[in-house]
């Protein structure tokens, strides 16, 4: 029935809509509207457009915003170092077993990452199963640490977003035509020129999509932080998380959130601007 | 200088075992003159891809040594092999423009830009791209991404190209003008083709030589027209064109030709080589068009087999009759409709077939 048939993809589309306007769309109108809202939880809140709240916000913890983007960047960078060469491997070298080294590498995150994290403490820690020996025959300082600083909290963001990166590099890998390397081969290109004229621009969609998947979540952490970090190590995702939960201080909370939200959105999208759609949409074909 | 019988690649005693166990080239001599177009041809899974490969330098063989110009080129990795490639699938780089595509291989032997630039220039004016340079491989049709293909591997200059069935993708009108345009530019530019196909019209149209691949191992080498008038085994025979096979027992050997008997009254006289015992039984062929149709036993030496028509099917420009020997062979028969169009025998008619002797040819069995 043509009626049916013209109503149908309105009401495929309708749980799914439902869910997002419920869960999403609703709590972010709250959360924005709490943004400008002035008061305690005592008195309640009330709303006064304080944009205040903004100002207050970015002048208060500018610096643990530059930190959060900084140790994001960082994790993304390691994230890409130790996923490239993985999926690589996974993709052009381990032929049947392909699934298998998949999962393998994909095993560790089954576990909960707050408890994977909590894990990477009690295993770092200053008198644990790794410093205390060491620390013991001398073979480092008494004085040194892991814990508490930016190395602990940048690899505990760097392995809980590992995988994020990992996936869709392998996927781009995976899906490039091999006979396009031999194609390279045939027109003189030696094994570093292949990878570098072929391999590598066409597998950049697949890194570009790695980057947003690693980048947002790991600026935007506060575990790692919380568990593996030390005072001087806080990110903003703490500073929301506090202000929540130990202040009460939603709106606050609530406009610091969305200042996050903005530079992450600006970043992404003068990231995308530079890399050009073409570089998006650009994946190979068979 | 290179004289023009000078061999621009050969295969010596190459074979090639995959990991797997599977043999896909058993002992291949072979030698590719410059300058020649030179058809590798088989049905699939021959090894007509894998003897190009081994070429190029994508495989390594198993044993035997593959040479370029004379010198062993076996172990030299492919990018430093002098030959180029174009592929079935043409392989073309979809993240880079027309230009870059074909400037690929200038550019990693470090031509001079200027240079590049005319070269590309001039190669895909040859190919009729000019134009296009700016194009992405996607925003191309089939036969312009065939071009360039093509232009990308030419424009090396390599000392010989190979092109694994490079038309395949194509459909057929684009196809027969593509075998034109290929076979000019082979000669424009004075290269040594090796071309691997499996479609014994395009082999037999384009090629200088010809050599007919089956099961890893060379059945036959030699010019289209030998290939095609004198198959050398029952393979050639029935996969380059359309063979009758017929068989009978020798019944007399006289100044290379034996005559053997098909059937109660058939008669065939075929050219043999050596010595051939009387009373053997010889698997001969011949091919459709060789036959002429009659009511009456030929005479004047002709070969005669009797038999009766079993469908008779109008062609157009040809009708072919089918006909069942008096030994039970069946036997097409290919007649121009060149003077009339009329039936010269109708379904469940008996009729004698004959041809010249020269025109049957004896097959080798089991090779």
């Known amino acids: 029935m043509p009626f049916s048939r013209r109503l149908a993809p309105y009401l495929l589309v309708l749980p799914g809509g439902l869910w997002l306007a419920v869960f999403f769309v609703v709590p972010v109108a709250m959360m924005a509207s709490l943004s400008l809202q002035t008061g305690n939880l005592i008195d309640g809140f009330r709303q006064t457009f304080h944009w205040q709240n903004y100002t207050d916000g970015l002048g208060t913890y500018g610096d643990t915003f530059v930190r959060s983007l900084w140790y994001g960047l960082l994790a993304t960078i390691l994230c890409i170092a130790l996923a490239y060469p993985a999926a690589y491997w996974i993709a052009f070298r381990a032929g049947r077993r392909k699934s298998s080294y998949l999962l393998l590498l994909l095993i560790p995150y089954f576990v909960s990452f707050v408890l994977r994290t909590v894990a990477w403490k009690l295993v770092l820690t200053d008198n644990g199963p790794v410093l205390g020996p060491l620390r013991d025959h001398g073979i480092v300082p008494s004085d040194f640490h892991v814990l508490d600083t930016t190395t602990a909290v940048v690899a505990g963001l760097t392995y809980t977003y590992l995988p994020f990166m990992v996936l869709p590099v392998y996927v781009a890998l995976e899906r490039l035509d091999p006979r396009l390397i031999e194609a ?14 072929v391999v590598l621009p066409l597998s950049l969609p697949g890194v570009f999509a790695g980057v947003v998947m690693t980048f947002v979540p790991a600026s935007a952490d506060y575990v790692n932080a919380e568990i593996l970090g030390g005072p001087r190590n806080t990110m903003i995702g703490n500073v929301i998380q506090a202000q929540y939960f130990d202040d009460g201080a939603y709106p606050v909370a609530s406009a610091l959130s969305f200042t996050l939200m903005a530079i992450l959105l600006a970043g992404i999208f003068l990231y995308a601007r530079a890399l050009g759609t073409r570089g998006i949409l650009d994946t190979p074909t068979p | 200088m290179t004289s023009p019988q000078a061999p621009a690649v050969e295969l010596a005693g190459v074979a090639k075992t995959y990991r797997s166990g599977t043999t896909a080239v058993r002992g291949l001599d072979l030698t590719v003159h410059e300058g020649e177009f030179f058809s590798l041809l088989g049905p699939s899974g021959c090894g007509k891809t894998t003897t190009l490969r081994l070429i190029a330098g994508f495989e390594e063989p198993t044993a035997g040594e593959v040479r370029l110009h004379g010198t062993r080129v076996t172990g030299v990795p492919a990018h430093r092999r002098d030959v180029n490639t174009v592929f079935q699938s043409y392989a073309l780089f979809p993240h880079l423009s027309v230009f870059e595509n074909v400037a690929f291989g200038l550019r990693r032997r470090r031509v001079p830009r200027g240079e590049i630039a005319a070269r590309v220039g001039a190669m895909l004016e040859t190919v009729e791209l000019t134009g296009l340079e700016r194009r992405r491989p996607r925003e191309l049709s089939g036969g312009q991404q065939q071009r360039v293909a093509l232009a990308r591997a030419l424009v090396n200059r390599p000392r010989a190209l190979l092109l694994d069935e490079p038309l395949g993708a194509l459909d057929l009108r684009l196809r027969q003008a593509m075998q034109v345009s290929l076979k ?45 008038e004198r198959p050398a085994t029952r393979f050639a025979a029935s996969f380059v064109g359309t063979s009758n096979l017929l068989a009978g027992e020798v019944a007399e050997v006289a100044a290379g030709r034996a005559v053997v008997v098909h059937g109660a009254d058939g008669r ?8 051939v015992a009387r009373g053997r039984r010889l698997e001969l062929a011949v091919r459709p068009e060789k036959i002429s149709l009659g009511r009456a036993r030929p005479g004047g030496g002709l070969c005669g087999v009797r038999g009766t028509v079993t469908e008779v099917v109008y062609l157009g420009t040809a009708t072919n009759y089918n006909v069942t020997t008096s030994a039970g062979a069946d036997v097409v028969v290919f007649r121009q409709n060149a003077a009339s169009a009329d039936e010269v025998a109708a379904r469940g008619d008996e009729v004698w077939l004959s041809w010249e002797p020269d025109h049957s040819y004896a097959l080798e069995t089991a090779r």
């Open chain 2, 268 to 275: 065939i006289e075929v050219p043999v080589r050596g010595a």
């Open chain 1, 184 to 197: 390279a081969h045939d027109l003189h290109a030696d094994r570093t020129a292949a990878f570098a004229r």
């Open chain 2, 184 to 228: 000019r530019i082979q000669r424009e530019v004075g290269l040594t083709f090796v071309y691997v196909t499996h479609d014994q019209g395009e082999a037999l149209t384009m090629s200088d030589r010809i050599a007919v691949l089956n099961d890893g191992r060379i059945e036959q080498v030699g010019t289209p027209r030998e290939v095609y």
